[in-house]
DNA sequence: TCTGGGGTCCTAGGACCC
DNA sequence: TCTGGGGTCCTAGGACCC
């Protein structure tokens, strides 16, 4: 039989780093905690539950926390930690439905349409809630509803801890009073341009009548936001999506600003080790590698260059890095650096002919950046440098 | 109290090929 | 000669999310 809606659940799990602590400790359960950077230019990434009552929140700077929290425990991000927990609560979704698509590390919907007429969804939601909590300390926040978008509202009204089930004949009473703010895709640039033409609701959006004007705001989206919040998405559950990660990078704000070129580039050299580790961890291999350059006034520029070869070397690459910067050096003191690395895929039959003529140009190059690389460590006593000298895992298959 | 770090997706213009 | 149009890839920037 055809059923007539989809049965869609959005799980999402609350606080998740600072859960992720309190899952490893105990002892952290009662105490303010945050997760983010300690020094002065550090933000919380996110904050528990007994912190948030004192006004603590993520993106919030930590001075600014420590002061409205005095008690506030800040530890540092620990993705490793996260992964473990991500995976547990994956592996756990999985015994529920084999149509499973990972919205981020901590949130993931599940198809449950092909359920049994037998069980309500409603129970397996408090099964799912249930389970995650008494085998795994890990809190989560479900919402059931017809398709995505409405799943993915419905699990943000109750936190932490919460089920709520928002029908299409809900959407009138319990979307469309929100503020317009809490739309998801609707952020911060967006928001304000909409409350100028009057839209201050999801109701207020759906119902707007100028849609000229609405187009100004919205775009080529406009009708997509609409008709979401008239409750409408047919996106469906793709288990293939976000499985690969599309690129790989790190970036870096510095305690103080960054004024000498030297610097810069010992800085390039670092965050390059870093992302090569990860692409070697990894197993694979890439083509575009970009920069990020932040200025202390907050300008930014993004610089990138697509290689006809795929590489995962590191000289290779921080060639093009340096190379990227010098062609881009402004004059403004910089705040923050980034390298990142896209165009990915598995380094399996990579084969490439190299130039035997230009091994030995190559090779001086190479000890220009071996020099640096040492140099930093000794100025930095760092072990990050020696890490990545590590042995290629066995190639996949 | 000045504003992190990990990402994804979209747009728009230009190059280049057919 | 002064010139089209589709497709794809690259680059830069912007918006958003967790």
């Known amino acids: 039989m055809e059923k007539k809606y989809r049965i869609i659940f959005h799980i999402d799990l609350n606080a998740f780093f600072a859960s992720c602590e309190m899952a490893e400790d105990a002892k952290l359960l009662k105490i303010p905690l945050g997760i983010g950077g300690r020094r002065e230019r550090g933000v919380l990434t996110t904050a528990n539950y007994v912190a948030r009552k004192f006004g603590v929140k993520s993106g919030m700077?930590?001075?600014?926390?420590?002061?409205l929290?005095?008690?506030?425990?800040?530890?540092?991000?620990?993705?490793?930690?996260?992964?473990?927990?991500?995976?547990?609560?994956?592996?756990?979704?999985?015994?529920?439905?084999?149509?499973?698509?990972?919205?981020?590390?901590?949130e993931g919907y599940l198809d449950m349409t092909d359920l049994s007429?037998?069980?309500?969804?409603?129970?397996?939601?408090?099964?799912?809630?249930?389970?995650?909590?008494?085998?795994?300390?890990?809190?989560?926040?479900?919402?059931?509803?017809?398709?995505?978008?409405?799943?993915?509202?419905?699990?943000?009204?109750?936190?932490?801890?919460?089920?709520?089930?928002?029908?299409?004949?809900?959407?009138?009473e319990k979307l469309w009073p929100l503020p317009i703010e809490d739309m998801y895709g609707i952020g911060?640039?967006?928001?304000?341009?909409?409350k100028l033409i009057g839209i201050n609701t999801i109701g207020e959006l759906v119902n707007y009548q100028n849609i000229k004007k609405l187009k100004l705001v919205l775009g080529n989206r406009t009708e997509e936001f609409?008709?979401?919040?008239?409750?409408?998405?047919n996106k469906i559950v793709d288990p293939h999506r976000h499985v690969e990660s599309k690129s790989i990078g790190t970036s870096s704000t510095y305690s103080t600003d960054i004024h000498e070129y030297q610097d810069v580039l010992a800085k390039l050299v670092l965050l390059t080790k870093n992302v090569v580790n990860r692409l070697i961890d990894d197993d694979s291999i890439i083509k575009?590698?970009?920069?990020?350059?932040?200025?202390?006034?907050?300008?930014?520029?993004?610089?990138?260059?697509?290689?006809?070869?795929?590489?995962?070397?590191?000289?290779?690459?921080?060639?093009?890095?340096?190379?990227?910067?010098?062609?881009?050096?402004?004059?403004?003191?910089?705040?923050?650096?980034?390298?990142?690395?896209?165009?990915i895929k598995d380094n399996i039959n990579n084969f490439r002919q190299i130039d035997i003529f230009s091994v030995s140009k190559e090779k001086s190059k190479e000890e220009r950046v071996?020099?640096?690389?040492?140099?930093?460590?000794?100025?930095?006593?760092?072990?990050?440098?020696?890490?990545?000298?590590?042995?290629r895992k066995n190639p996949k298959k």
Not at 370 to 391: D, H
Request: glycine share 4%; charged share 30%; with cysteine.
């Open 226 to 233: 609409v008709a979401k919040g008239r409750g409408i998405d």
């Open 288 to 343: 575009t590698i970009s920069i990020q350059v932040r200025y202390n006034d907050f300008s930014q520029i993004n610089r990138s260059k697509t290689l006809d070869f795929y590489t995962d070397n590191f000289y290779e690459i921080y060639q093009v890095v340096e190379q990227l910067y010098d062609d881009n050096q402004g004059d403004l003191p910089i705040r923050l650096l980034g390298v990142s690395l896209a165009n």
């Open 117 to 172: 007429d037998e069980v309500h969804p409603l129970d397996i939601a408090k099964e799912i809630q249930e389970r995650l909590y008494k085998e795994h300390k890990l809190p989560v926040s479900i919402g059931i509803a017809p398709n995505l978008f409405l799943a993915k509202m419905a699990s943000d009204m109750k936190k932490p801890l919460g089920i709520t089930v928002l029908r299409k004949r809900d959407v009138e």
């Open 69 to 106: 929290c005095p008690k506030l425990l800040i530890l540092p991000v620990n993705f490793d930690l996260y992964h473990k927990y991500s995976k547990i609560f994956f592996d756990l979704l999985s015994e529920y439905s084999d149509s499973i698509e990972k919205g981020s590390i901590d």
């Open 188 to 194: 911060k640039k967006t928001y304000p341009n909409l």
């Open 370 to 391: 071996l020099n640096m690389l040492n140099n930093i460590n000794e100025a930095y006593g760092s072990s990050i440098i020696e890490k990545g000298v590590k042995k």
């Open 61 to 67: 700077n930590s001075i600014e926390a420590k002061r």
